[in-house]
């Protein structure tokens, strides 16, 4: 699956040509022709640039928010968090403690997943796969409405 990252270098063929990324199920898709920049205005290829960058960001904080909910899940799975220090030794030789990397991790991935936008949870909610469709008639689910909403999120955020 293409990343975020992979939406560069935008331009090809000795810069003649600019991709124009779009998002497609949450994820970058090339969707509409390139742009020939030798026929484009300089207004146009800035638009398009700034568009690509904007996607890029975009996906990069739904990738980096995603890595977070997985190690979150790892964490919760394990019953508790990691401790926050380790057994070490200090300079003297004399045992010590030291700053726990797998606890940093894991206070970094709360952040991530406190801190996340509402867009970002949107395209991280839509990339996890659309729902069964309610039937005719049927009660419709919660993870149908929720992923209705995150649609909604994404279309308004354009």
């Keep these: 699956m293409l990343r975020s990252a992979g939406m560069q270098p935008d331009r090809y063929r000795h810069d003649r040509y600019l991709r ?60 508790a968090p990691p401790p926050e220090t380790i057994p070490s030794f200090g300079a003297n030789g004399q045992p010590a403690t030291a700053p726990n990397p797998e606890w940093e991790a894991w206070h970094a991935a709360l952040a991530v997943g406190r801190d996340a936008s509402d867009l970002t949870r949107a395209y991280a909610l839509v990339r996890a796969g659309k729902p069964p469709e309610p039937a005719p008639g049927g009660a419709v689910s919660a993870e149908w409405t929720a992923y209705q909403q995150a649609v909604a999120t994404i279309e308004a955020a354009g």
């Design 20 to 79: 124009q990324w779009t998002i497609f199920d949450g994820h970058p898709r090339c969707l509409l022709d390139a742009m020939d920049t030798a026929k484009a205005t300089e207004e146009e290829v800035v638009a398009v640039e700034e568009l690509n960058r904007e996607l890029a960001e975009r996906l990069a904080a739904v990738e980096t928010f995603e890595a977070a909910q997985a190690l979150l899940t790892q964490v919760s799975a394990q019953g």
